[in-house]
């Protein structure tokens, strides 16, 4: 019996280049981190000689010339993840997901198929450079003597039985992974290669290192025999679909997308799951970027040029495709990807589906999938961001208000551990104390206006086409904050009573809407001035 | 005209942006006459503002806000001395009776407190405030009508603040209708936090601080604007248009507020004499019998100097003083407690002669002036060095118990933000991850030079930060900002406060986190300001080395030496001195001092004093240093400016180097007084202030014009006493510390294994690393013995060898081994050898691995065997099995001890390498007592024409030379124009290396960052001061061993 081992070594950079190939031949250094600081976190060998450290920060790193600098992409990893998978899967069912940049694999009975082990070891690099992966390959007759000798040698390498401890005896011991107190101890003991820790008496290492020390003895010694853990499948299902000539226009795309989600969704409930998110990822023609850059506030991330990548998380998990396909459609209705698309990737998470049961004497709900498609349908004409409960800010900011998300009613009968909770109770009418004498009705956004003086007071004011004078003024009232940020604020409020002129008198009550009237033609309205941009406007009325 | 009255500083510690100096600053330019400081619980900042406010002119009104055990707070001012004492002994009581930092009071404790004090109702946080918020406006009248029963009727405003804020409007006509309703004036105050608006955005730094948060989420903790500000009286005049008496009102009250600091009714406690004697008798028998002992009888000039002192004393009745330091002088003595006082005190011919001083003044002709005079109105100041550690602290513990608890306390330490820490506080508040604020708190003062290249924007670029990123910006503004802000409240280090009455009418006092300890709310400089006489009893670590060096003497060398009669004019002392071969010597071991000595070549006890004083800032700034060396090496002539000086000046070569003789100079040149020449000694002081220098200078030159002293001359002493600026000794400090140092010297070069010992045993402390003061004992020829857990004690120790002495190392030097568990093993040991590492564990079961790990790897089981060629993997061989808990069916608790079996001893590890045991040695100890990193890779530098420190001083000067070593200091002084300064240290000796400021920015990187540096350049060697110019600086390969420097940043 013989295993195979593949290791990717500098995964994180190979993961990036195997994206970009173009990026082989050049000096290239990642960066992580989140800004301001972000450090370097891999080189390759190029970027190490032009001196660029591992951890060395962005700015550091920035002042070497003819040194690519790219982000690093989990994304990219995962899929070269999956790619070293699919080496692995190519050619043999039996495999162990050892790391994210190696794989195990059992070449029992492959021999018909592939030749002797070394005609496997270069049919598996080669497969491995075909994916755009540089990879070491080793193959010995136990899973970990082939595991380290594929971190340690790079090439092809195949241990005949037999011959494990002598091969494995020049790699240093950190190889093995000991835990960093036996890493120590080790250091301490001068233990630094496989063969002198092989050298040490079983028995009194037992005593000093336990049952790791023995582990890592015969693991240097190649000779731990185990069976492999086999690769569970993934939990992540994706489908994907290349077009020969780029698709525009949502109806088209609609029954592409349709296409993968009834496959998705197939998938899914063969194995018992739902999705709790959909993510949809469109390859755009290139000559859009330009366009895709101007929305990248609505966009979540755009890790390539040309790319649109969108998420749906479900509130319930589904595997209802034309559900999922009416959300998906919502949501590109009101961002569309502004390109013609070229390449479609749509995966799902999967989850559990959701057993509920009513309750008999419960009222009953709006089904949680419709109230889904009713918000996605709501937000499509508000816009994003615009639908949900407005919750207050703990701010002194004026105006400031975060929209939360409508809970379907049976989340919210879970979160308060089966009680339902009164929408009453946390009105501001149910405190004790609360004595609404006016309310106020905000404009958003605030109207531009402009204002008269006298001595520092307002006098008369000028807005939306009315004309008024102030009859009486209270302020200013002075808030100023988030100094430390790009937008801090500086407003003087000031709520005034305005009687306005005749001729706009009326419109003023009907643009105002109800507004709280002192007297005839008169409205109290609140002002503010902001300092930062120097110009006065109406925040709102007095109703 | 409005006055501000109610105001915090940065003392109301997190709740205040501005110091007292700013808010009085603040006052004066708007032209107000008055304001009120009430910080939080307490005094803290009352002694600044007060001076500030007597500098200004304007007056300074004394209060407090005192937190309610209720939740609310009373703003309290004072209006008379018996309320500044309620009000103290009213803070000492909550602040004792709680926790560090906590405390409040109950209502009818205000009741209790007193008169004398004036309550406002209070802004947010008053208790008019916190009645409405909970009650509504009945609630309001009621608390204000208690409050009113409480305090009196009179003596409570209704305070209104206008912050611009509608919920702070509202209460205002709350307020308003309950001054109406109970017939109480209105009082407008702006809760003033900050005397400049913008310094509202340190305000709330300092809130999250306080609530432990940071500025994204602090949400309405922060101030919803920046109004908090000092506002001048045409603004507060408009706010409160509508209610002028408001404002009227606040001139009325500060009229009503009469008490000022300088009425604190302080006195210092007398010393108590049996009846029918006075102090000053009592004190002029001491001061007779002490003047026999050290001058004889018939010393007419001492007897003279101690009458005219004592009748000072007598006159400013400071006999009680003296008897109480002398009173601690004598215990200290019988106690065997080392102590000597200091500086200024060293003037005094009585403290002298009552033993306080180990310096002759008269001997030494020293100006009585600089300690006490009577025009100065102020206390004396005695310092008394004593051995750092446990023997200060019995004198500590001896004041308290003479003086109780309430008679004597600690000075407070007022800690503030500064350097790093300040960043680390800024950068959380802002949001920075621990990454990020490692990075930007580097940044923060790192050296002490700034070079004027170093921008801040190539700093951030230097340290991958982008300073155009809005919160990076305001992170440095921040931090310039808060520098020198008080944080907290610490306890003084040896500074003591005695009082006659009770301390705490004086000032409030509070618990320090020492159990035990009580500190005043002022800082040491406050009490001085104060005129509240201090002892400072401070810890000097060379005390304990000399005090432990007389200890092991005694009990190895059998021989009894007497600091106080050293054998002058030691021949071997002055050789050392000259060849500047001073590592670990008091005083005279720094780089700088080391560069001086060859060119001063000491000869006798006051060429230290001089070499002692020569190297501080004040001589070198004033650049006296190298014309006295010239004038000392014969290259010049000595001038003494002009004949009159002649006298003051002749035993410095005409260069005046201690603060007497600028003093002196002063009264002979210009005809100051003794007070006079003081106030001139401390306008060029700490707080110096350009406008009271230039007023001096003003009286200088009139003086000296009177005088005759004219043109050129005039000039030339005005340079030389301005330019003196403040870091100069006085002499008889120079002295005293002199003394020392002789001392040190004394003993380094008579009984160096003691000394060494005793050095090793106090760090830190001094110049060098335990590392270097090894080495430089085994070039003097001592044998240093390593670490063995058979032999060394918790100290270092010495040991019995043929030709003399060895010094062991103590078991203190193995990193990471505490020290309980150290004198456990020790006890174990004195009952019986251990016989094996398992014996050992079995014995001290609570010993951990990593302290057995440490041991073995050091050496210090070496020995346990028994058995030769056991080395120390061996022993980590054995620890490892040792350490392991055996299962409980193995596990016995009493395992008879038996001898381990030879096989048992076997390891199948390799003995270290040389390289290896370096780095053990560095990484467990700090220092090795083998060759020394260098000696492995001689033989290859020597080809490369790497010359040793050795050979340096044989080569001629300009030779271009090669020389290589561990770098254990780096100096870049303030004083140095940007030049670095390394010592670096090879197996023969130390060699100096300068690197001018443009090289040091070429290769900045590598000269600050590498333990090993070859230096390439010219040799300096002038007048035995050797030096190598450096003209290239790479990086060495020679060992991985964690050789550490001692960096001057």
């Known amino acids: 019996m013989a295993f195979a081992s593949i290791f990717v070594p500098n995964f994180m950079l190979q993961a990036v280049v195997r994206a970009e190939p173009a990026l082989r031949a050049r000096a290239l250094a990642l960066i992580d981190g989140n800004p301001p600081l972000c450090h370097v976190v891999a080189v390759n060998e190029k970027a190490a000689r032009a001196g660029i450290e591992i951890g060395m920060t962005k700015m550091n790193a920035v002042q070497f010339t003819g040194v690519e600098m ?3 992409s989990a994304a990219q990893e995962k899929i070269a993840h999956g790619a070293l998978l699919d080496i692995g899967w190519s ?57 380290v000798a594929a971190r340690g040698f790079s090439g092809v390498t195949v241990i005949p039985p037999g011959e494990e401890a002598e091969r494995l005896g020049q790699l240093p011991v950190g190889m093995l992974e000991p835990s960093t107190e036996t890493a120590e101890t080790l250091s301490r003991w001068g233990v630094r290669t496989c063969a002198s820790l092989a050298g040490l008496p079983v028995l009194e290492l037992s005593e000093r290192l336990g049952q790791e020390g023995v582990r890592l003895r015969a693991l240097a010694r190649g000779a731990v025999e185990r069976s492999l853990a086999i690769a569970e499948p993934v939990h992540f299902f994706e489908e994907e679909m290349e077009l020969d000539d780029a698709v525009e226009g949502l109806d088209p795309l609609s029954f592409l997308l349709g296409r993968l989600l009834d496959q998705l969704c197939a998938r899914l409930a063969a194995r018992s799951l739902a999705a709790a998110a959909i993510r949809v990822r469109f390859e755009l023609q290139p000559d859009f970027e330009n366009a895709l850059d101007r929305r990248k506030e609505i966009f979540r991330k755009i890790d390539l040029p040309g790319a649109f990548e969108r998420e749906l998380q479900l509130p319930i998990s589904s595997r209802d495709s034309k559900m999922l396909l009416k959300l998906l459609r919502l949501r590109l209705q009101s961002n569309p990807p502004g390109a013609p698309v070229r390449k479609i990737t749509l995966g799902a998470e999967s989850a559990r589906p959701r057993a509920t049961q009513g309750g008999l004497f419960l009222p009953r709900f709006p089904d949680p999938e419709k109230l889904e498609v009713t918000i996605a349908r709501i937000a499509n004409v508000v816009g994003e961001g615009n639908v949900g409960s407005p919750s207050p800010v703990d701010t002194w900011r004026p105006g400031e208000f975060h929209m939360q998300r409508f809970l379907a ?68 009232w002075r808030t100023s904050g988030d100094w430390w940020r790009e937008d801090g604020w500086r407003q003087d409020d000031w709520d005034l009573e305005i009687h306005f002129h005749p001729a706009s008198g009326e419109r003023a009550a009907t643009a105002a809407g109800a507004a709280f009237v002192s007297r005839p033609g008169c409205g109290l309205y609140r002002f503010y001035f902001d300092a930062l941009l120097g110009c006065w406007f109406v925040r709102g009325v007095y109703d | 005209m409005y006055v501000e009255l109610h105001a915090r500083s940065a003392f109301s510690f997190l709740e205040g942006a501005s110091t007292p100096e700013e808010l009085a600053a603040v006052c004066k330019a708007n032209g107000m006459s008055a304001m009120a400081l009430l910080d939080r619980d307490g005094f803290y900042g009352s002694p600044r503002f007060h001076l500030a406010a007597e500098k200004s002119k304007i007056r300074a009104h004394i209060g407090a806000e005192v937190t309610s055990a209720r939740g609310w707070r009373y703003p309290l001012l004072v209006e008379s001395r018996e309320g500044y004492r309620n009000l103290c002994r009213l803070i000492t009581r909550m602040k004792l009776r709680a926790e560090k930092g906590d405390g409040s009071v109950q209502p009818e404790e205000i009741a209790e407190a007193g008169g004398g004090l004036v309550c406002l109702t209070g802004g947010a946080e008053g208790p008019l405030a916190h ?25 409570v405003y209704v305070e209104l603040q206008r912050h611009l804020t509608r919920e702070e409007e509202a209460r205002n006509q709350a307020a308003v209708e309950v001054a109406r309703k109970l017939k109480l004036p209105l009082l407008a105050t702006n809760g003033v936090a900050h005397a400049q608006p913008e310094q509202r955005e340190l305000l709330d730094v300092f809130t999250c601080i306080r609530h432990h948060r940071v500025l994204a989420n602090a949400g309405r903790l922060l101030s919803r604007n920046s109004e908090r500000h000092f506002k001048p009286h045409a603004e507060m005049a408009a706010l409160f248009a509508d209610l002028p008496e408001a404002i009227a009102n606040t001139a009325e009250l500060s009229s009503r507020l009469q008490f000022s600091l300088n009425d604190l009714g302080y006195e210092f406690p007398s010393y108590p004499v049996s009846e029918g004697d006075s102090q000053i008798e009592f004190l002029r028998r001491r001061a007779h019998e002490g003047r026999i002992t050290r001058y004889g009888d018939a010393n007419e000039c001492a007897r003279k100097q101690i009458g005219r002192e004592l009748a000072l004393i007598e006159k400013l009745k400071l006999a009680g003083y003296f008897l109480i330091v002398w009173d601690i002088v004598r215990f200290c003595k019988e106690k065997n407690i080392l102590v000597q006082g200091r500086g200024s005190a060293a003037n005094s011919a009585v403290c002298y002669a009552l033993g306080i001083t180990a310096v002759d003044p008269v001997g030494m002709d020293l100006l009585f002036e600089r300690f006490l005079s009577e025009e100065r109105g102020e206390w004396p100041d005695i310092d008394l060095d004593l051995p750092s550690g446990d023997q200060r602290e019995r004198a500590i513990q001896y ?67 982008d300073i155009r990123h809005r919160r990076i910006h305001k992170f440095f503004e921040l931090c310039q900002a808060v520098q020198d802000l008080p944080r907290h409240l610490g306890q003084h280090s040896g500074g003591m406060v005695v009082c006659q009455g009770q301390l705490d009418s004086v000032v409030p006092l509070e618990p320090a986190t020492m159990p035990g300890r009580v500190v005043v709310q002022w800082d040491k400089e406050d009490c001085t300001d104060m005129g509240i006489v201090k002892i400072d009893l401070l810890g000097l670590g060379m005390m304990a080395v000399l005090e432990e060096s007389l200890q092991l003497i005694s009990e190895h060398y059998q021989e009894k030496v007497d600091l106080g009669h050293l054998p002058q004019g030691d021949n071997a002392v002055y050789d050392a001195l000259k060849k500047a071969d001073t590592v670990g010597m008091f005083q ?29 800032p004040g001589p070198i700034v004033g650049k006296m240093v ?77 003086g000296m014009t009177a005088n005759g002293i004219v043109g050129e001359t005039q000039d030339k002493i005005v340079l030389s006493i301005t330019s003196f600026a403040l870091y100069g000794f006085p002499e008889s400090h120079a002295a005293s510390f002199a003394l020392i140092a002789y001392a040190s010297a004394y003993l380094k070069c008579r009984y160096l294994a003691a000394f060494t010992a005793a050095m090793l045993n106090n760090q830190p402390m001094g110049f060098y690393r335990p590392a270097t003061l090894v080495k430089d004992a ?70 951990q691995k990593s302290e057995l790990t440490a041991l073995a790897e050091v050496g210090a089981l070496n020995s346990l065997s028994g058995r030769r060629g056991f080395h120390r993997r061996d022993a980590l061989w054995q620890v490892e099995r040792a350490a392991r808990r055996p299962g409980p069916l193995l596990e016995v608790s009493e395992t008879p001890q038996r001898e381990p079996e030879a096989t048992e001893l076997d390891s199948p590890l390799a003995q270290m390498t040389n390289e290896e045991r370096l780095i053990a040695d560095f990484r467990g100890t700090g220092l090795t007592v083998g060759p020394h990193p260098m000696t492995y890779r001689r033989a290859e530098l020597k080809q490369r024409g790497i010359r040793t420190a050795i050979e340096l001083p044989r080569l001629p000067d300009g030779t271009h030379v090669q020389v290589a070593g561990a770098v254990i200091a780096r100096q870049r002084p303030g004083t140095a124009k940007g030049f670095v300064f390394l010592s670096l240290e090879d197996e023969t000796g130390i060699a100096n290396a300068i690197i001018t400021p443009q090289l040091f920015e070429q290769d900045h990187t590598v000269v600050v960052h590498n333990p090993f540096l070859l230096i390439e350049g010219k040799l300096q060697n002038q007048d035995n001061v050797v030096s190598v110019k450096a003209e290239r600086v790479r990086a060495l390969d020679i060992s991985r061993a964690e050789v550490t420097s001692h960096d001057f940043h």
């Open chain 2, 131 to 155: 009645a409405l918020a909970h009650g509504g406006i009945e609630a309001a009248i009621e608390r204000v009508e208690q409050l009113c029963r409480t305090i009196g009727r009179e003596n």
């Open chain 2, 399 to 465: 004041v308290y118990e003479r003086y109780g608890k309430l008679g004597a306390a600690m000075t407070a330490n007022v800690i503030t933000y500064r350097g790093r820490s300040a960043a680390r506080e800024i950068g959380k508040a802002l949001s920075f991850d621990a990454e990020t604020l490692d990075r930007l708190s580097a940044l923060v003062g790192s050296w002490e030079y700034k070079d004027p290249n170093d921008t801040l924007a190539r700093q951030f670029r230097d340290a991958g930060l």
């Open chain 1, 70 to 72: 790219r982000p690093r």
């Open chain 1, 409 to 476: 009613p049976v989340e919210v009968a879970e979160s308060t551990g089966g009680r339902r909770r009164d929408p009453a109770a946390h009105s501001p009418a149910s405190c004790p104390n609360f004595k609404a004498s006016a309310s106020f009705r905000m404009f958003r956004p605030p109207m531009p206006a402009a204002l008269e003086l006298w001595e520092g007071r307002p006098t008369r004011v000028v807005f939306q086409g009315l004309r008024g004078d102030v009859l009486a003024a209270a302020g200013p």
């Open chain 2, 778 to 847: 085994q070039h003097h020829g001592l044998k240093c013995k390593t670490i063995d857990l058979t032999r060394s004690g918790w100290n270092c120790t010495l040991e019995k060898i043929p030709d003399g002495f060895a010094m062991r190392l103590g078991l203190r030097y193995v990193k990471g081994l505490r020290q309980e568990i150290a004198l456990a093993m020790l006890r174990e040991r004195a009952m019986r050898p251990f016989a094996s590492v398992e014996d050992l564990k079995q014995r001290v079961p609570e010993i």
């Open chain 2, 626 to 702: 190298h014309p006295y060396l010239n004038r000392r090496q014969g290259r010049e002539a000595p001038d003494c400016l002009h004949p009159s000086l002649e006298a003051v000046l002749e035993r410095t070569l005409g260069v005046p180097l201690f603060q007497e003789q600028l003093l002196r100079m002063a009264m002979i040149a210009a005809g100051f007084t003794g007070g006079e020449a003081e106030e001139l000694r401390r306008a060029m002081g700490f707080k110096r202030s350009e406008k009271r220098m230039q007023e001096i200078e003003i009286k200088l030159r009139r």
């Open chain 1, 91 to 147: 050619v043999s069912p039996r495999m162990e997901d050892t790391a994210q940049d190696t794989i195990v694999l059992d070449l029992s009975g492959l021999g018909q198929l592939f030749g002797a082990e070394p005609e496997i070891g270069a049919h598996l690099a080669w497969r491995a450079s075909e994916c755009g992966l540089l990879a070491g390959v080793a193959i010995a007759a136990n899973v970990d003597t082939a595991l």
């Open chain 2, 588 to 616: 005279v071991e720094s780089r700088a001092q080391m560069s001086c000595l060859p060119r001063l070549q000491p000869k006798k006890f006051y060429d230290i004093v001089v070499q002692v004083a020569i190297i501080r």
